[in-house]
């Protein structure tokens, strides 16, 4: 995966406390560079050390990139004044990947990493304390370790920018050229707030790497054809109307939806699916799509009754409908009419649900100006 395909980084930094300069200079230079190797923006050390400030800026020249050290600065400072959350990695806290789940990847995380007797209060301070193992190892394994699973393995492929040096990966030896140019053309996922929408190929690419079985591909694409078909031809039958469509986004979300399917079949796909979104700092407006996309909406009570913590799964904007309903004119050997849904749907018992997948149809149609039991009938590629 190229830097250019990568959607997002969270914003992290890490605090190295309990840094003495004559004794810990190799370990807190190597937290610095697996903190800056990993994909973190920058570290704080809480004793002054301009030389490792000095190692590291070095680092930095070389081989690329905007990450920054600070040194002397004060822990209470930091953790006090923190806007975002704060993460302490020691081996008494709550397991890497139940954290994980948990940590919101667009607020701004705190990585606190420790040397040698960790304050009470720093235990106090953070949001999670987080072990990774409940062994004693190190702070670098730890941060290495939660670095790569909040980050979801993207921070391997990410290119630092402006550097003097370019490692050309090989085989057998080293190859290490001089960038003359300085890649200041391409993105910097360091300093890259938020994301692009990932492409078709990197949204393919996304449900691979986490997981997603052949048969769940086959269906998103399957829903794709259909959610964009719906697009193209409103398009070409009112190429007046003023649709509030994405394109780029709207095929994102109907290729993603079904993400969380690479954890479980069950109804609460749709939970993990937007766990999984969070994780790779997906769009807000895809993590809408994935949430809303059971039948033709599920209510909050509805949700608890189906074993959902109880929130509204009901689509609101154009692009969750289609999403939705694109999805359930898709059935398991391939598209279905209304009917056939609705149907399905009643021997169920489910009749609101049928109902308002009923309406949603009705309203779809209008919006888009399209007869869509007519486009089920037709192959993608008549569009
Ligand atoms: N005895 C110290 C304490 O009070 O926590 C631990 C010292 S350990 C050598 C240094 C740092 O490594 C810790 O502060 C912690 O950040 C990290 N560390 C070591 N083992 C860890 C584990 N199993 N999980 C998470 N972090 C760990």
């Not at 800056?36 to 490792?52: E, L």
């Not at 054809?225 to 031809?233: A, C, H, K, P, Y």
């Not at 939806?257 to 699916?273: K, P, V, Y």
């Not at 598209?335 to 649900?353: F, H, P, S």
Request: charged share 30%; net charge negative; hydrophobic share 40%.
């Amino acid at each position: 995966m190229d830097t250019e395909e990568v959607p997002c980084f969270p914003h992290i930094e890490v605090l190295r406390i309990g840094h003495r300069p004559d004794r810990d200079k190799r370990i807190t230079t190597h937290v610095s560079l697996v903190a800056r190797a990993f994909g973190a923006r920058g570290i704080h050390i809480d004793t002054r050390d301009p030389v490792m400030e000095d190692t590291i800026d070095k680092v930095k020249r070389q081989f690329g990139g905007d990450f920054f050290i600070r040194s002397g600065v004060s822990m209470r400072g930091i953790m006090g004044h923190w806007m975002g959350t704060i993460v302490h990695l020691t081996m008494y806290g709550m397991p890497l990947d139940e954290a994980v789940k948990n940590i919101c990847p667009r607020e701004k995380i705190l990585v606190v990493v420790g040397a040698e007797k960790v304050p009470r209060e720093v235990y106090d301070l953070a949001h999670f304390n987080v072990s990774v193992g409940n062994q004693p190892h190190s702070e670098v394994s730890a941060l290495a370790l939660f670095l790569d699973r909040m980050l979801g393995g993207r921070e391997l492929d990410m290119k630092m920018p402006g550097g003097e040096l370019l490692i050309e990966p090989n085989r057998r030896g080293k190859t290490v050229v001089t960038n003359g140019n300085n890649l200041t053309g391409s993105r910097d996922p360091v300093s890259q707030e938020w994301p692009p929408v990932p492409d078709p190929k990197m949204c393919l690419e996304l449900l691979k790497e986490v997981g997603c079985s052949r048969p769940v591909i086959i269906h998103v694409k399957a829903v794709r054809d259909l959610g964009i078909q719906m697009l193209d031809r409103s398009r070409k039958l009112h190429p007046e109307r003023d649709l509030d469509i994405d394109p780029g986004l709207l095929e994102a979300g109907l290729l993603l939806h079904d993400i969380g399917r690479s954890q479980t079949h069950s109804i609460s796909h749709i939970t993990h699916g937007v766990i999984i979104a969070r994780r790779l700092g997906l769009d807000e407006r895809l993590i809408g799509m994935i949430h809303d996309h059971l039948g033709a909406g599920v209510t909050a009570t509805e949700a608890t009754a189906l074993g959902l913590p109880p929130e509204d799964h009901i689509p609101s904007t154009l692009m969750e409908k289609i999403v939705c309903h694109a999805d359930n004119l898709v059935g398991n050997r391939g598209r279905r009419t209304l009917k056939e849904a609705v149907e399905k749907l009643r021997e169920k018992g489910a009749d609101a649900g049928a109902d308002r997948m009923m309406e949603l149809h009705k309203e779809l149609e209008d919006a888009l100006g399209i007869d869509i039991d007519e486009l089920v009938g037709t192959s993608p590629k008549d569009y």
